[in-house]
Each structure stands twice: as C-alpha cells, then as structure tokens.
C-alpha cells in the first residue's frame, strides 16, 4: 500500500523511528531530510550524530538499500505516500504564552512545504509532540493547498495508488526513552493513531499508516482514536512519568529528615500492583526536553480553558523538581560551610540520564552553575556528553571568562578527581558502579566528599574506604551509627 517514506526532521525523534521502520520495511523506501547539510552528513557518516544503543547496527544495516538522508526535501515529499513531520516544538520565549505555550513555527513550516511542494495528496503523519487540536492547524494549511491545486480532481497517478481524494492528517506520537528508543520502537507498550474513522480518507489513512507497523507490532497493540485523543495522551504519559519522580522525590526529602531510606520506601510501594516499580527512583530531579516543556504545555492548556486549579496540580510537578535540584545543590554547598572559592568538584555525569549524549535540560547544567556561582573548579566527566556542548550549555547561564577559567572538561574519571574535594554523582551511569573509589580516595583533597544525586552506590563502602557521604534520600547519620 505504500511504497515510499519521507520523514521530515532528521533529529532524535526522526532519525530513529525512520531507521527502525526501514529495518522492519525493506520493500518501502525510507527517506530522512533535513535542512541541515551537517546533520545529514553525519547520518550517512561512521558517526552518527546521536548515540543511542542499537541504532548504529540499524542504520549501517539498511543505509544506501531503503533507508536515505537527503537534503532533497523537495523531492522526497513529492515521491511519498506518507510523510512523517518530526520537528522541534520548544517552549515560547516571546509573546502570549511565552514561557509554557509550544512555539509551532517549525512545525508549520514543515505542513507548508509539504502543501507546497506536493503534486498529489499526502497522509501527514505528526510525530512531532504537539498541543491538542495541532492537526485542525495542519490539515488546514494541506486543505487550501489542496482546494488550490486541484487535488480533489485527481483520478490517476499518485492520488489513484494512494486512493486519497485529499490530503490527511494523523497522529502518531512517540513514547521514546533516550537510553533504550531502540527497544522502545521494535518492542513498544502501544502504538497510537489518530484520526477521523468517520470519513473514508480518514480510514484509509489509518490503514496505511498501522499497515507500516504491522510489519513488527502485534495488532492489539496499535490503538486507533481520534486525533485529539492521541495528542492529548502524549501529553498526559509524560505528565504522569515526570509526576511519579516528583513524588518519590517528596519522599525523598521525608526520608532525609527522619531517617527512613528513600530505597526501602521506594521497593515497598513499588510492590503494590496498583503502583508498580517503574520511575521510583529518586534523585536530584528530571531532565531531557520533553518532560518540562510538556508538563508547560499541559499548564498552558489547562489555563486557556479555564482549569486554573489544573494548572496548579501539573505546575507543582515541577515546583517539585525544581526544590529538588536545589535543596541538592545547597546541601553541596553547605557542607562546605559556603566556602568553595578554588575548590575542585569532580562531576560524574553530564548528560541528562544514562545512555545518551543528549544534556538537555540536564540537572548537571543547573548544580555546575551552581558551583561556578560559588567560584568553584568543576571537573566534569560522561562518557558520551560532546565537549563543545558541555560548554555550550554552561555558556548559556554564564560568562565566557567564567567557563574559560572554571571549567574543565576531563576525558577520564581519574583526570576529574585529582585534587578534587568532592565527587558529585549527576547522572546514573553503569560504569560509575565499577570504578575504584580506592585510587579516587588517594588522588582527591581530605576528607573527600561525596554526593551522590542518584542514589547509585554503595555508601558503606564509600565511607569504609574514607569518603564522607551524603545521598539523595538516605540519612546518612543513620547509616554511620548502625554500621560502624
């Protein structure tokens, strides 16, 4: 039914969804375009410009066979049947609803070239996540190219294969976790379509679409709704995710002040089969670009229509992550009898979670500055965090001079500790768990410290061999009188 795919947006969310669907598609040509000529140069390189696990094996496997990245973005909408739009969809800095409404220039752009561009009818697929109604917005600009070209005419042709009479719009979002998007994608929980069932170019749409994951999804797992629907659930998964971590968190901040350990609490409730185990894990707060840009948009709607006290509810899941950063951030601080000046701060982790590069919205940007406004060293080391764009982020919240002379980017965890006062854990990576804090003990300034953001280690361990700890969650006194 559909033998050609253009995926406009060649980022994260576009990249690895249209490299899977080629990977279980090898009779449907895949083309990913995009505007940037360096992105797309890195797509068809040995280095792909994302690092996820698994995609790498994917994308040489059906690179150059049926899967393209172009910056023909003319052509490969043209040639399509279906066309995914995966463009960015940042939080407004300007103008009405500046600061929590979605800015959807990007998106828009993308449905105009499309209108543009295409000689037949489209089935526009959004994957881009989106405020409820995006498709109304989209299908009109289609419409009136639609009305202009004469689609509605057409009876040979793309338009007679397809068996569209207009152009369609559909909602598909992605429920993808950075870190594990490849397993999200061949073995995902649901699938989402939306559409109008009522009209026949609607259904048919929808049938082509879910016939492009039949080829690997089970049938029960793909649910048709209507386009609303679909968008609005995007919305109210990641609402849900981000409002299970401020809760632990909350807790976390109990536990603390009465000795109870965040860890135990987190494996009692999680045994519940009400609750269950999954995003209990407490920490020093979320990131990533999709959680707070998400819960603003969800606020933004809820006030346009009037659900102040809705607004409230979902603001206060980041009310809450926000005091858990920060309450972090000055415990650092305080044990240091607010004297960092010179001091050198190992930090461990960068990226925003473990298993990808990406520092979006990463808690270690916001406890860095922190450091740096308290004229610290910060020795930062990840495994997979860009250099250039450690930098760039902590450029963005303060002066270059300040970075140039603060700032050091280490290529091993040894290089970030020596002569270090502290090791600040800010992300969950694996490797972190198996290094030898013994040879970290000896290179760092005494009494070493320790503060461990992600409740990752073992403390006794840590204070066996010397090192003072603090732990997100875990009374640490507690732990000092029961095992020593």
């Known amino acids: 039914m559909v033998s050609k795919i253009c995926g406009i947006g060649a980022g994260y969310v576009g990249g690895c969804t249209l490299s899977v669907i080629a990977h279980h598609c090898p009779k449907i040509q895949v083309t990913v375009v995009d505007i940037s000529e360096n992105i797309i140069e890195q797509w068809n390189s040995d280095i792909l410009p994302i690092y996820e696990p698994g995609l790498e094996d994917i994308v040489k496997a059906v690179r150059g066979k049926n899967l393209f990245f172009s910056t023909d973005i ?31 220039a990007n998106l828009e752009a993308a449905a105009r070239k499309v209108a543009n561009v295409s000689r037949s009818p489209k089935v526009v697929v959004e994957k881009s996540t989106v405020p409820i109604k995006a ?52 073995h995902p929980d649901r699938v989402l379509i939306g559409g109008d069932e009522a009209s026949e170019c609607g259904r048919l749409a929808i049938e082509m679409l879910r016939s492009i994951y039949l080829h690997w999804v089970d049938a029960g797992r793909i649910l048709v709704m209507s386009t609303w629907s679909s968008e609005l ?17 909350a807790i976390s901040a109990i536990c603390e002040k009465t000795g109870a350990d965040i860890r135990d609490v987190a494996r009692a409730i999680g045994s519940d089969s009400r609750i269950g185990p999954h995003f209990l894990k407490a920490s020093l707060g979320f990131g990533g670009s999709c959680f707070r840009k998400d819960i603003l948009n969800l606020v933004y709607i809820s006030e346009c229509l009037n659900l102040n006290e809705v607004a409230s509810y979902w603001y206060s899941v980041l009310q809450m992550n926000e005091f858990q950063h920060s309450r972090f951030c000055r415990q650092i601080i305080s044990k240091f009898n607010n004297t960092l000046t010179g001091k050198r701060i190992a930090i461990f982790g960068f990226s925003f979670k473990a298993d990808t590069h990406d520092t979006r919205e990463s808690q270690a940007i916001l406890v860095c500055n922190s450091l740096l406004e308290e004229r610290a060293i910060v020795a930062i080391y990840d495994p997979k965090a860009l250099p250039h764009q450690i930098r760039s982020d902590l450029l963005s919240l303060q002066h270059a001079d300040v970075v140039d002379k603060q ?78």
């Open 407 to 484: 700032v050091v980017v280490c290529s091993t965890a040894l290089e970030a500790v020596k002569g270090a006062y502290a090791i600040v854990i800010c992300t969950e990576w694996e490797e972190f768990k198996h290094m030898d804090y013994n040879k970290f003990f000896t290179s760092m300034k005494k009494p070493p410290r320790l503060f461990d953001g992600r409740v990752l280690l073992n403390h006794e361990d840590l204070m066996r061999i010397g090192f003072e700890v603090e732990s997100i969650g875990v009374d640490m006194s507690k732990i000092v009188l029961n095992g020593h």
């Open 233 to 249: 659930s995007k919305l109210a998964a990641n609402a849900f995710l981000a409002q299970r971590i401020s809760s632990i968190n």
């Open 135 to 186: 498709s109304e917005t989209i299908a009109s600009i289609l419409d009136s190219a639609g009305r202009a070209n004469g689609w509605n005419r057409f009876s040979d042709g793309d338009a007679k294969s397809s068996g569209l009479q207009r152009s369609v719009v559909l909602s598909n979002p992605e429920f993808l976790a950075e870190g594990t998007a490849v397993e999200n994608l061949m």
């Open 74 to 104: 003319d052509k490969a909408i043209d040639e399509a049947e279906l066309i995914f739009i995966s463009v960015d969809t940042p939080t407004k800095k300007y103008g009405i609803g500046q600061g929590r409404a979605p800015n959807m």
